[in-house]
């Protein structure tokens, strides 16, 4: 087994391996917690070496289960953008992991926390690299499943039990929407996966599954937005978006962490990867006419969903739904530049997409410690802390300047790239960048204010792990590094991973080339 196909079954074999482990050991928390860090560190080096390989090649990177290739069996087929994403996932994965030791050290059930984190981040990465749009359908359902069983974590609290739950319901509406999706597409083109689903939407001949048959124009319509409404449920778009500001606060904040900074990118990739690859490029007249006018939804929910998500920010006394509210805002940002449909959108999103991962991470880092070192989420009780957690202080500044779009840190550059992409369409759709950053900076301020320069409403002494201040230190120097060398990391790694994803006729022959090489077909 190649890289490729390894990078995921590594978290499910430690996933699985876990329950066992915890009996042999007899529950010791060092080791499981030693064993956790070995399974997303292995990890880790397995995505890196991944995206050395696809950033070395001209082309996409393909593995293929049990030597059956496109269109019989299930294939990976992995691009730049696939591989820069998995690199950032797998790191924060690793980060969080350490993090999570600390935070949880009173709580029972580490074993199965980090069974189910396992299984997220497998599920995470199946996403990420998957060429077949039912196995999408397969890992969407494991990262969900893991997700909502961390929300019920604290499973003794009645707001975590509720909030999983409706987070489960809405969840499992949104993965049917996608399975019938799936149904309308393959009875359509005869194939659900993606190199050959590109081939016959661009009237191009893929071997075996034959002719498109019926009415593709109204079959593609119907699927798209079926699967586009699934995805703005993952992502937390307007008006689908009401599961989220219960459900993340609910969770431990390294959970809410991995749903906010890397979960709900979901349902972004999957767009882009429809909307860019299988639908990208030239269309017949009546094609590009329904993907045009998906764009226009998407960009007309994303601004909504920026300006109420920066709005309700700043009526929040809960911390964490504070920045859960955020967390729709940027998703909203997203969304816009997706719509656009243009290299330089893409572009946009892509370095959103990473930025918004590791600043919320941090974000949500920072606030964990002063809500584990105080016992509440309440930005009251929070108030006065941060002298006391210079670090955690820092670190929270660092986060909340970086989302809010200050230079030289890294979403600003991100933030930049979505106005320039979003004034190629209007002046109204770049000013709704500016208007809802400018409202969430009141929010992140007052938080900031109160947090460090508040007055106490009750004598406490509290202090700061130091793993979990080696984690933030270290999200913080990468929000900073990010921004100062934004300029090379958009030459040498967005702009090659969106060309990539857009070129749909090489994701195409790559697939073919390789089923020719084993002289399958």
């Known amino acids: 087994m190649d890289v490729v196909g390894l990078t995921p079954i590594i978290p ?31 990890t880790l080096i397995s995505a890196f070496k991944l995206f050395q390989l696809a950033y070395s090649s001209d082309k ?47 709580e029972e059930g580490l074993e199965w926390y980090y069974t189910l984190y396992l299984g997220l981040e497998a599920g995470l990465l199946g996403v990420l690299l998957t060429g077949d749009a039912f196995n999408l359908f397969v890992m969407i359902e494991v990262t969900s499943i893991a997700a909502y069983a961390l929300v019920a974590f604290y499973r003794g609290r009645r707001d ?32 659900v996966n993606l190199a050959d689903l590109t081939a016959k939407v661009h009237g191009m001949d893929f071997p075996l599954t034959g002719a498109p048959v019926g009415d593709i124009v109204v079959a593609s319509g119907v699927a798209l937005a079926l699967a586009t409404w699934a995805f703005l449920i993952k992502a937390a778009i307007v008006p689908n978006h009401f599961w989220l500001p219960e459900a993340h606060p609910a969770a431990p904040s390294p959970i809410s962490a991995v749903l906010s900074g890397l979960v709900v990118n979901v349902g972004v990739y999957s767009l882009i990867r429809f909307l860019y690859t299988v639908y990208g490029g030239e269309l017949a007249p009546g094609l590009a006419k329904v993907v045009g006018t998906l764009g226009t939804v998407l960009i007309a929910l994303g601004a909504v969903s920026a300006l109420f998500g920066a709005l309700m920010m700043n009526v929040q006394r809960d911390v964490k739904k504070l920045i859960a509210y955020s967390t729709i805002m940027h998703m909203g940002y997203l969304f816009m530049a997706v719509g656009l449909g243009t290299q330089l959108g893409l572009q946009a999103a892509l370095f959103h997409i990473i930025n918004h991962a590791i600043a ?36 929270l500044a660092i986060a909340t300047l970086s989302l809010v779009g200050i230079p030289p840190l890294n979403v600003f550059f991100s933030k ?31 938080v900031l204010y109160r947090v460090w320069l508040g007055k106490p409403s009750r004598e406490v002494v509290v202090g700061e792990s130091m793993s979990m201040a080696f984690v933030v230190l270290l999200l913080a120097a990468a929000v900073v590094v990010i921004g100062l060398a934004a300029p090379v990391i958009l030459q040498h790694y967005i702009e090659p991973a969106a060309a990539q994803t857009m070129d749909y006729r090489l994701y195409i022959q790559t697939a073919l080339e390789y089923a020719s090489r084993l002289k399958l077909l």
Request: proline residues 2%.
């Open 60 to 106: 996409p990177l393909i593995y293929t289960f049990g030597k059956w290739v496109a269109p019989i069996g299930i294939i990976y087929e992995v691009d730049r953008t696939g591989a820069l994403i998995t690199l950032v996932t797998a790191a924060l994965m690793f980060l969080i992991a350490i993090y999570s030791y600390r935070y949880l050290e009173h």
């Open 416 to 446: 930049l790239l979505l106005f320039d992409a979003l004034m190629e369409r209007s002046l109204a759709l770049a000013m709704v960048i500016v208007v809802s950053s400018v409202i969430a900076l009141v929010a992140y301020m007052r």
């Open 360 to 395: 919320k991470a941090l974000l949500f880092l920072a606030a964990g410690m002063f809500i584990h070192a105080a016992g509440s989420r309440d930005i009251g009780d929070l108030t006065g802390l941060g002298r006391q957690m210079p670090v955690a202080t820092f670190s």
């Open 160 to 191: 975590a039990v509720h909030a999983a739950l409706k987070y489960a319901f809405i969840g499992a509406i949104g993965t049917t929407m996608y399975f019938l999706a799936l149904g309308i597409l393959y009875g359509a083109f005869g194939t």
């Open 12 to 42: 499910v074999l430690f996933a699985f391996g876990l329950p066992l482990t915890s009996i042999i050991i007899k529950g010791n928390r060092k080791i499981i917690q030693a064993y956790a860090l070995l399974g997303t560190g292995l």
